[in-house]
T-cell receptor, first 112, second 117 residues
């Protein structure tokens, strides 16, 4: 059973638009929710992360929105750029950070 | 080196061969993780080390998979009698793993792409 469900599988956005990727989880013990960006041939790189004690975290053009009651969180990429074209993964971990569960990924294509 | 390195980057094995994949974590990082990433999928947890101790190996798919980190730095993932379903990218990640966030943030290597023919 997949611990973290991610959608959509792929996303096409025009340059300057907003990209939105959604994730949902069931395990209420999850305490840390990172987002990773992966380019072809590279390992995932941490983009931004949130703990459940806040509902939103913003870093530059990237924002995580977190809804604890709905057990959902999402990544918003404002003013999307062609350089943002990559695969994005959400993930979740419990408080001890010893095991991370990843979503299935969203392939983002930003059209110039 | 500045980041996590893995070798080889690509490995082709005939079905039934044994393979060994190496991970060099960031110096001083206590925690080390191995993941398996199938084509078009997210990384799936295989095993976790804290220093030389393997604290969680619940993700290893079968007893053909074995991981070690004997001196608490370099780690090796060994797959015996490889099968076609073992074809995937094997990712290694490390984290400082002490104290509080952000020391638990994971840094990934580029992965080893294993193809079993």
């Amino acid at each position: 059973q997949q611990q973290v469900k991610q959608s959509p599988q792929s996303l096409i956005v025009q340059k300057g638009g907003i990209s939105i990727i959604n994730c949902a989880y069931e395990n209420t013990a999850f305490d840390y929710f990172p987002w990773y960006q992966q380019f072809p041939g590279k390992g995932p790189a941490l983009l931004i992360a949130i703990r459940p004690d806040v509902s939103e975290k913003k870093e530059g053009r990237f924002t995580i929105s977190f809804n604890k009651s709905a057990k959902q969180f999402s990544l918003h990429i404002m003013d999307s750029q062609p350089g943002d074209s990559a695969t994005y993964f959400c993930a979740a971990s419990t408080y001890n950070f010893n095991k991370f569960y990843f979503g299935s990924g969203t392939k983002l294509n930003v059209k110039p | 080196g500045a980041g996590v390195s893995q070798s080889p980057r690509y490995k082709v094995a005939k079905r039934g061969q044994d393979v060994a994949l190496r991970c060099d974590p960031i110096s001083g990082h206590v925690s080390l993780f191995w993941y398996q990433q199938a084509l078009g999928q997210g990384p799936e947890f295989l095993t976790y080390f804290q220093n030389e101790a393997q604290l969680d190996k619940s993700g290893l798919p079968s007893d053909r998979f074995f991981a070690e980190r004997p001196e608490g730095s370099v780690s090796t993932l060994k797959i015996q009698r490889t099968q076609q379903e073992d074809s995937a990218v094997y990712l290694c990640a490390s984290s400082l793993g002490t104290g509080t966030l952000p020391t638990y943030e994971q840094y990934f290597g580029p992965g080893t792409r294993l193809t079993v023919t």
